[in-house]
Structure formats: structure tokens, C-alpha cells
């Protein structure tokens, strides 16, 4: 998994965030986003020692700290290793994080948002607790469109049904977006298999709308139903 997703940092920029769990907490992750002037938040490694009562306090059990850069991994390039800070100063804090139908958990994140005039533990928090609704998202995806099993055979097939699969998510999503603009309601309370179900019902509508002025009263009759 770490070799999978090694990669895919270099795909962030400026301004991006990851949000990830303990897993991701290394060292070279969190000093490879800075490095591209990413932010991260991440459910800190359970390995690291973490004392509230070094580095800089922000507030209880809220601080700054600077790491060392760790031994070198046996995978790693002695070039890519040496193009790595000596250290990094980072934000640790314990937050409680909510996931529906679950306890409030109490845990420590790091984090390189270490400015805590404009990011408090709550707001930390609060993104912290996003991470699910990726999870959530990705579990639509797999059991609500059936992309958990693929009846093909070659990897360009595999290719081509999983962009479909992204494809139709996203203009599903988008109709979940503009019913919760018309109705006030962020679309994310809304249930997406039930807009998958109203979907279905209205398409055949939609297919043989002739104007653009049909399309809408139609889009209008599916939005109320989701």
C-alpha cells in the first residue's frame, strides 16, 4: 500500500491536502508534501512517542514540535534520501474525532497547519473527521454501483469500466448537488442510494426530453425526489 501511494504524492501541489490515517505518518510523507508545499492531517503512528510537555505549547495537550529525519529505509536512494530536510516542524494535537453511528474518539493527529490563530483543535477535527466520508464515498462506489466485482478480463476492460463507474458516480453527485441547492440541504445529508434509485426511475424522462426547457421541469421532478 505504501508503495502504491508513494507515488501518488507527487500529484500534489500547492494547497492541497492529505488526509490520511496513522498509517501514512512518516516522516518522508509528511516532509514530501511540505517539500511541495502541500498541508496534511494525519492520525499520528502509534510508534512515535509523543510529550505534550516538550516543543511549543499552543494550548492543553496542542503543540508544536520539530522531528528529525529518521535512519534511511533500505528502499530509499541515498540521492532521494539526502534531498530530505534534516528536520521538520509539525503540529501535534488530541482531538476528538466523530464518525456517524460511532463514540467520539479521542486521538492525536499531526498536522503541518500549525498556525492556530486560523486552524483551532475543533477545525482540525472537524477535517480529521472528512477523512470518513471518503471512506463512505469509496463504499458507494464499490456496493451501491456494483463496482466490487467486474465481469472482465483484461486490464484495458478493467480501465474502461472504472472510468464509467467514476463517470456515472459523478453526475449522480452533481444531481445530489444541485437538488440540495434548490432545497437548502447540503447534498452530502443526502442518501445516495436512494438518488441512484430516483435516477433510475426518471432517466427514461430525461432520455426523451426534446428542450432544453423539458430537460429542466423534468431535472425539477427527479431533484424533489431525492
Excluded at 471518503?134 to 454501483?145: A, D, G, N, Q, Y
Excluded at 442518501?191 to 426530453?209: C, D, H, M, Q, T
Amino acid at each position: 500500500e505504501q508503495c502504491l501511494a508513494w507515488p501518488l504524492l507527487d500529484h500534489f501541489r500547492k494547497g492541497d491536502l492529505a488526509l490520511a490515517d496513522s498509517y501514512y505518518a512518516s516522516y518522508f510523507n509528511m516532509a514530501r508534501l511540505m517539500q511541495q508545499k502541500s498541508n496534511f492531517v494525519f492520525h499520528s503512528h502509534g510508534a512515535r512517542a509523543i510529550d505534550f510537555r516538550t516543543g511549543k505549547k499552543v494550548g492543553k495537550k496542542d503543540h508544536i514540535v520539530t522531528l528529525n529525519r529518521p535512519k534511511k529505509p533500505d528502499w530509499m536512494s541515498d540521492d532521494e534520501y539526502a534531498s530530505f530536510p534534516e528536520m521538520i516542524v509539525v503540529r501535534e494535537c488530541e482531538i476528538s474525532a466523530e464518525r456517524p453511528g460511532y463514540r467520539p474518539t479521542k486521538m492525536v493527529i499531526v498536522t503541518s497547519l500549525t498556525d492556530d490563530g486560523k486552524f483551532s483543535k475543533l477545525d482540525l477535527a472537524a477535517l480529521y473527521s472528512e477523512r470518513w466520508e471518503v471512506e463512505v464515498r469509496l463504499r458507494e462506489i464499490k456496493s451501491v454501483l456494483g463496482l466490487d466485482h467486474l465481469n472482465v478480463k483484461t486490464p484495458e476492460m478493467i480501465d474502461k469500466m472504472i472510468w464509467a463507474f467514476i463517470l456515472a458516480y459523478n453526475e449522480i453527485r452533481r444531481i445530489m448537488l444541485e437538488a440540495g441547492k434548490i432545497l437548502g440541504k447540503h447534498p452530502i445529508r443526502y442518501s445516495f442510494n436512494n438518488a441512484v434509485k430516483s435516477f433510475g426511475i426518471w432517466w427514461p424522462e430525461l432520455s426523451r426530453a426534446q428542450t432544453p426547457i423539458e430537460e429542466h421541469e423534468i431535472m425539477v421532478g427527479l431533484l424533489a425526489q431525492i
